[in-house]
């Protein structure tokens, strides 16, 4: 089905290198033209909604994008702003370091990964949100709350998977670095991180877009500031271009964020197959 | 086999432990009482909650939300999921929009989709509809891949018919993937509705619990989330051993 009709026609040639290279160019110049449709697509059919209810909900997006640009040039949007980016960025780095700490001790304990990764697994699926308010009376209202509802749902998905990235390691290569009579830290440094790293950077994506989610969730739900607030003060006080435009800022930078780390995996992924092969 | 066994014991032991812990830390006033109260308190809560039959109008508007949304979901993403995969250019285009979804915070779009549908059911089904179908979509896709072709070249040997092709070898060969998808998407329809309840609406468990928080009636709040959150873990232990009996059948077979 799907995929195998379109292979056959770029294999077979004469010079495959150039063939290939030529393919390469036509196949992601498709690409390009086949994206650019889909975001004139998505455009379209954002105006079509937001002109279908009459701007009640969303506002279409030229105007959004004229509001956003008046909307940038205030400090207020940036205090906001800033506040997010600050909680933010606390709740990554702390995701990031102790989910990877967890993860490298667990995935080198087997015993204790076995026992241990079932409750994160099941921990990850539970609607967090509810726990909000025990976060809440734990450090009141502010940023340590927001920052530590940020850790919660970004160390999970951290730790899993690094966990899983050490326990899946080809026992060849721990084989041979014993081998090589590598000291620890040159084991850690030659054979481990680069032998994990693909799925670190998959567990630092999905983390970062996950405490993005949760320090988003505490602004939306009980704060003063912050772009989550932002978010709801507009929609409370029915301001529909600053709800949509508060909207754009976030998906932009959640797919861009997404987008850049995808890619970055994806390079140390097909460079770790390129060494391995 | 012994070992997993093992780990099974030390977990419960690990989970156990960490329940009297903090069991002893709120009898003692190391914990205050007024943040977090003793488990066993939580569940005499949560048993008279349920008891009471005060929460049975919003038991039933949450549950049926997120089974609207979780058949809604299933439904629209295994249609959409099946049609991209006949159109590989689609496919192609389809793929880093889907790799992208769940970077999105979802519920983001909740406050616009309420002033859209008002505040009823219909933006909270929206909102579980919106984040569980791209996880039925990316299972329906991975699954429909996973079909060898010889499977395909054996239906046409034989001149199945579209539909037996669908229900002797598509079927068959490619359920453990979408089961993988509808076990994320109904984690995801729970976390989706019971957000959106939780942030902005007038029924729900979700909003059962933000009201008793904001009326500081910790007895009921604690009660309430140790339920929902119960629900959650069952539900998704279910699939959870569903799923692997479904993975190790096929790998028998």
Same mark, same amino acid.
């Given at each position: 089905?799907?995929?195998?009709?379109?292979?056959?026609?770029?294999?077979?040639?004469?010079?495959? &290198?150039?063939?290939?290279?030529?393919?390469?160019?036509?196949?992601?110049?498709?690409?390009?033209?086949?994206?650019?449709?889909?975001?004139?697509?998505?455009?379209?059919?954002?105006?079509?909604?937001?002109?279908?209810?009459?701007?009640?909900?969303?506002?279409?997006?030229?105007?959004?994008?004229?509001?956003?640009?008046?909307?940038?040039?205030? &400090?207020?949007?940036?205090?906001?702003?800033?506040?997010?980016?600050?909680?933010?960025?606390?709740?990554?780095?702390?995701?990031?370091?102790?989910?990877?700490?967890?993860?490298?001790?667990?995935?080198?304990?087997?015993?204790?990964?076995?026992?241990?990764?079932?409750?994160?697994?099941?921990?990850?699926?539970?609607?967090?949100?509810?726990?909000?308010?025990?976060?809440?009376?734990?450090?009141?209202?502010?940023?340590?709350?927001?920052?530590?509802?940020?850790?919660?749902?970004?160390?999970?998905?951290?730790?899993?998977?690094?966990?899983?990235?050490?326990?899946?390691?080809?026992?060849?290569?721990?084989?041979?670095?014993?081998?090589?009579?590598?000291?620890?830290?040159?084991?850690?440094?030659?054979?481990?991180?680069?032998?994990?790293?693909?799925?670190?950077?998959?567990?630092?994506?999905?983390?970062?877009?996950?405490?993005?989610?949760?320090?988003?969730?505490?602004?939306?739900?009980?704060?003063?500031?912050?772009?989550?607030?932002?978010?709801?003060?507009?929609?409370?006080?029915?301001?529909?271009?600053?709800?949509?435009?508060?909207?754009?800022?976030?998906?932009?930078?959640?797919?861009?964020?997404?987008?850049?780390?995808?890619?970055?995996?994806?390079?140390?992924?097909?460079?770790?197959?390129?060494?391995?092969? | 086999?012994?070992?997993?066994?093992?780990?099974?014991?030390?977990?419960?032991?690990?989970?156990?432990?960490?329940?009297?812990?903090?069991?002893? @830390?709120?009898?003692?006033?190391?914990?205050?009482?007024?943040?977090?109260?003793?488990?066993?308190?939580?569940?005499?809560?949560?048993?008279?909650?349920?008891?009471?039959?005060?929460?049975?109008?919003?038991?039933?508007?949450?549950?049926?939300?997120?089974?609207?949304?979780?058949?809604?979901?299933?439904?629209?993403?295994?249609?959409?999921?099946?049609?991209?995969?006949?159109?590989?250019?689609?496919?192609?285009?389809?793929?880093?929009?889907?790799?992208?979804?769940?970077?999105?915070?979802?519920?983001?779009?909740?406050?616009?989709?309420?002033?859209?549908?008002?505040?009823?059911?219909?933006?909270?089904?929206?909102?579980?509809?919106?984040?569980?179908?791209?996880?039925?979509?990316?299972?329906?896709?991975?699954?429909?891949?996973?079909?060898?072709?010889?499977?395909?070249?054996?239906?046409?040997?034989?001149?199945?018919?579209?539909?037996?092709?669908?229900?002797?070898?598509?079927?068959?060969?490619?359920?453990?993937?979408?089961?993988?998808?509808?076990?994320?998407? %109904? @984690?995801?329809?729970?976390?989706?509705?019971?957000?959106?309840?939780?942030?902005?609406?007038?029924?729900? %468990?979700?909003?059962? /619990?933000?009201?008793?928080?904001?009326?500081?009636?910790?007895?009921?709040?604690?009660?309430?989330?140790?339920?929902? %959150?119960?629900?959650?873990? /069952?539900?998704?232990?279910?699939?959870?051993?569903?799923?692997?009996?479904?993975?190790?059948?096929?790998?028998?077979?």
């Amino acid at each position: 089905m799907g995929g195998a009709t379109g292979a056959p026609t770029f294999t077979g040639m004469s010079d495959p &290198s150039l063939q290939s290279a030529r393919a390469g160019l036509t196949a992601r110049r498709l690409r390009a033209f086949d994206t650019i449709v889909l975001v004139l697509v998505l455009l379209a059919l954002w105006h079509v909604v937001s002109k279908g209810t009459h701007g009640v909900a969303i506002s279409p997006p030229l105007q959004t994008l004229i509001y956003l640009f008046s909307l940038l040039q205030t &400090s207020g949007f940036w205090d906001h702003a800033v506040t997010t980016l600050e909680a933010f960025a606390l709740a990554f780095a702390l995701s990031a370091l102790l989910g990877l700490g967890l993860g490298l001790f667990l995935g080198g304990r087997r015993f204790a990964g076995e026992v241990i990764e079932p409750i994160l697994a099941g921990f990850y699926t539970i609607p967090k949100v509810t726990l909000y308010p025990v976060v809440l009376l734990l450090f009141g209202l502010g940023m340590s709350a927001k920052v530590f509802f940020g850790v919660i749902h970004g160390l999970v998905p951290m730790t899993l998977f690094t966990l899983g990235a050490v326990r899946n390691l080809p026992p060849v290569l721990v084989r041979t670095a014993r081998a090589l009579r590598l000291s620890p830290q040159r084991t850690i440094r030659w054979v481990l991180v680069p032998a994990c790293l693909p799925d670190i950077i998959n567990g630092l994506r999905i983390s970062f877009s996950l405490s993005f989610l949760g320090v988003l969730i505490g602004e939306m739900f009980s704060s003063q500031r912050g772009l989550g607030f932002l978010l709801v003060n507009g929609m409370a006080q029915n301001n529909v271009p600053l709800s949509t435009a508060v909207v754009t800022v976030i998906v932009v930078i959640a797919i861009a964020a997404n987008t850049l780390m995808l890619r970055v995996g994806r390079r140390f992924a097909r460079r770790g197959d390129a060494a391995g092969g | 086999m012994k070992r997993r066994q093992a780990a099974l014991v030390v977990r419960i032991a690990v989970l156990a432990a960490l329940v009297i812990l903090l069991e002893i @830390s709120c009898r003692t006033g190391t914990i205050d009482p007024l943040t977090v109260i003793p488990p066993s308190d939580m569940v005499a809560a949560m048993i008279h909650e349920i008891g009471s039959g005060e929460l049975n109008a919003s038991i039933k508007a949450t549950f049926s939300t997120i089974l609207l949304a979780f058949v809604l979901a299933i439904g629209l993403g295994v249609a959409t999921g099946a049609l991209i995969h006949r159109l590989p250019r689609l496919c192609d285009v389809a793929d880093p929009l889907l790799a992208s979804y769940y970077s999105v915070p979802t519920f983001i779009f909740y406050p616009l989709l309420v002033a859209l549908l008002g505040l009823g059911k219909a933006p909270l089904v929206v909102l579980g509809v919106l984040s569980a179908t791209p996880a039925v979509m990316i299972g329906t896709l991975s699954g429909l891949d996973g079909v060898a072709p010889v499977l395909m070249k054996l239906a046409r040997v034989h001149r199945l018919t579209p539909a037996r092709t669908f229900c002797w070898i598509v079927l068959p060969a490619a359920l453990p993937h979408p089961f993988t998808g509808f076990k994320l998407a %109904l @984690s995801y329809a729970l976390i989706g509705v019971i957000a959106g309840e939780f942030i902005l609406s007038g029924t729900g %468990l979700g909003y059962a /619990i933000s009201f008793a928080y904001q009326s500081f009636d910790n007895p009921t709040m604690y009660g309430v989330m140790l339920f929902v %959150l119960l629900v959650a873990v /069952i539900a998704n232990g279910v699939l959870y051993v569903w799923e692997g009996r479904l993975a190790r059948r096929r790998s028998r077979g």
